[in-house]
T-cell receptor, first 115, second 112 residues
């Protein structure tokens, strides 16, 4: 079965450092998403991406965050200057079309620890 | 504003049924349901659109009451594999393109 793959599975970084989380969505999917889940808390939407631009973003997705699809297969989330509170599991997801009636496939997540 | 889920936790014996509710104070376009096991990624279960539809697969089904802005997830004849945290995600318009607001989740434990 096709799957969304994410790398790294776990990253530890110093506060203030830049981090790039990578995702390979399912190949025929057109919509891509990033979500965050702080340990023990609910999943939070960060951003959705379609046709090489951001479709929607949440209040969490401030100027320190950016997304990119650099080469037609990877979808990246960059955090420019990490803070302690950025420590969380970051999930990438993709869907074939809009959410309406379409299955959303999540990757296994990238666990980010900021120290 | 995030949807409110109830109950917060449910403990069942195998074969028993459960209902999990998700309510919103805002008019909704869609509700989607996920199950997440500890340390794993969420698994999409189903999406329900405005129009009051009901969907299901296997012994897990859901309904969406547009007037009440509430969705219910029905788990019948529960199996051990159903254990996990169930959460709903809501969208208020069709143009939200995935901008979902999630509930806090309902922890379901199925015991033998």
């Amino acid at each position: 079965e096709p799957e969304v793959t994410q790398t790294p599975s776990h990253q530890v970084t110093q506060m203030g450092q830049e981090v790039i989380l990578r995702c390979v969505p399912i190949s025929n999917h057109l919509y891509f998403y990033w979500y965050r889940q702080i340990l023990g808390q609910k999943v939070e939407f960060l951003v959705s991406f379609y046709n090489n631009e951001i479709s929607e973003k949440s209040e969490i997705f401030d100027d320190q965050f950016s997304v990119e699809r650099p080469d037609g297969s990877n979808f990246t989330l960059k955090i420019r200057s990490t803070k302690l509170e950025d420590s969380a599991m970051y999930f990438c997801a993709s869907s074939e079309a809009t959410r309406s009636g379409n299955t959303i496939y999540f990757g296994e997540g990238s666990w980010l620890t900021v120290v | 504003q995030q949807p409110v889920q109830s109950p917060q936790a449910v403990i069942l014996r195998e074969g028993e049924d459960a209902v999990i509710n998700c309510s919103s104070s805002k008019a909704l376009y869609s509700v989607h349901w996920y199950r997440q096991k500890h340390g794993e990624a969420p698994v999409f279960l189903m999406i329900l659109l405005k129009g009051g539809e009901q969907k299901g697969h296997d012994k897990i089904s859901a309904s969406f009451n547009e007037k009440k802005q509430q969705s219910s997830l029905y788990l019948t004849a529960s199996q051990l594999s159903y254990s996990g945290t169930y959460f709903c995600g809501t969208e208020i318009t069709s143009t939200n393109a995935g901008k979902s607001t999630f509930g806090d989740g309902t922890t379901l434990t199925v015991k033998p």
